[in-house]
């Protein structure tokens, strides 16, 4: 395992400049709830095979029994793979009895006997409890660095950090790789953003990016600011139909492909009827087109569209609902990075 360790979501690799470092620690962070031991088993079943597995230690945050109960939930988690490719390991009583020379210890014996392409520590944050001091912490922080960069293996520490403590904690100056996982109250509803502060040696997209937690694993919505196409943005010459015959006499045969009409008018006037129009005709001559509805529910519109001899359910027309009570408000003074499906800026519930 050379390059890149991938995480089975393209989306995410692409964020991180093509995955982490495959021979790198990298440190996963967030508070409770923000999907870190997902990710981190999403990487070991990706990443695992019988001559290179992925060990998995648990401290003494959450009993390593929890964690495998809670990640066979999930669709990649193979019990075949369990004592072949992928081995876990609780550290728990060595760190209550030995400390943490004990489990540095434990951790290159694992090291030496496994020989793992993938070392996953959660949590790595609750060991500071058994550290007499910083000085002490720091020495084992040390050693522990040295026996995990000596060998071609990738280290994920997973803890319940906050983004404040990343100039503090000292764990961070040696990290390759900094991914943190936040849940956002942003107005009534609540956000998933993930962002990458720090990746040596690799370019990465910067800011946050939406992601969702599923049974698949993680899923990440990159921010669209930092998607460039190195496609050229290539616009035909022929106009578009609006569905209405005589509103295209008015307008020169249709609207222009790739500009935007804005349709205004009071409440009753006819506005989603002349956008059911446009949809309807495009699905009909074999064009795919969406409708996002964030007033009139999909059985509203359904209703709407069979007065007309219309479907919804066309299989090339796709419907998305979203009430405008579920919208957030975002402020003025929110970050560009914070730009984020489905929510828009400066928009208030």
């Known amino acids: 395992m050379t390059g890149r360790l991938r995480s089975g979501d393209g989306r995410l690799d692409e964020v991180l400049g093509g995955g982490l470092p495959a021979n790198g620690i990298t440190l ?3 508070l409770p709830g923000a999907g870190k031991t997902i990710v981190a088993q999403q990487y070991v079943f990706r990443n695992a095979s019988p001559d290179r597995p992925a060990v998995y230690v648990s401290t003494v945050s959450e009993p390593l029994e929890k964690i495998v109960r809670f990640g066979q939930t999930l669709d990649f988690f193979d019990r075949a793979e369990i004592g072949r490719s992928v081995f876990y390991e609780d550290l728990g009583l060595t ?6 020379a004990g489990v540095a210890d434990q951790i290159g014996t694992l090291l030496r006997e496994r020989r793992p392409g993938v070392v996953v520590i959660d949590s790595f944050k609750a060991l500071q409890a058994f550290a007499g001091g910083r000085g002490e912490f720091r020495k084992f922080l040390h050693d522990l660095t040295g026996r995990l960069t000596a060998v071609p293996a990738a280290s994920l520490w997973v803890g319940e950090y906050g983004e404040s403590e990343i100039a503090a904690m000292p764990e961070f100056a040696v990290a390759d790789a900094i991914v943190n996982l936040a849940v956002v109250q942003m107005g009534n509803r609540e956000i998933r953003l993930l962002n990458v502060s720090k990746l040596r040696g690799s370019g990465f997209q910067s800011g946050r990016h939406a992601y969702r ?23 035909g010459d022929m106009r578009v139909s609006s569905g209405i015959a005589a509103l295209d006499e008015m307008v020169g045969d249709g609207y222009w492909p790739g500009a935007s009409t804005l349709v205004v008018g009071p409440s009753g006037s006819g506005k989603t009827i002349m956008g059911l129009h446009f949809i309807v005709g495009g ?9 996002a ?5 999909p059985s509203q519109l359904s209703r709407m569209a069979r007065a007309f001899g219309w479907s ?3 299989p090339s027309v796709e419907l998305m609902y979203s009430p405008v009570t579920d919208l957030c408000a975002v ?3 929110a970050p560009e990075s914070w730009i984020a499906p489905p929510v828009a800026r400066d928009q208030t519930c």
């Not at 937690?213 to 616009?235: C, H, K, N, T």
């Not at 699905?283 to 409708?291: D, H, N, W």
């Not at 509805?293 to 529910?297: F, G, P, Y």
Request: glycine share 10%; net charge negative; no cysteine.
């Open 28 to 30: 996963i962070t967030g």
């Open 95 to 100: 760190v209550n009895r030995d400390g943490l």
């Open 213 to 235: 937690l599923a049974s698949q694993g993680i899923q990440v919505f990159p921010r669209l600011a930092d998607l460039p196409s190195p496609a050229e943005y290539a616009l």
């Open 283 to 291: 699905a009909r001559l074999g064009e795919p087109g969406v409708i």
């Open 293 to 297: 509805t964030l007033q009139e529910n």
């Open 312 to 314: 919804v359910d066309e």
């Open 331 to 333: 402020s003025l003074s």
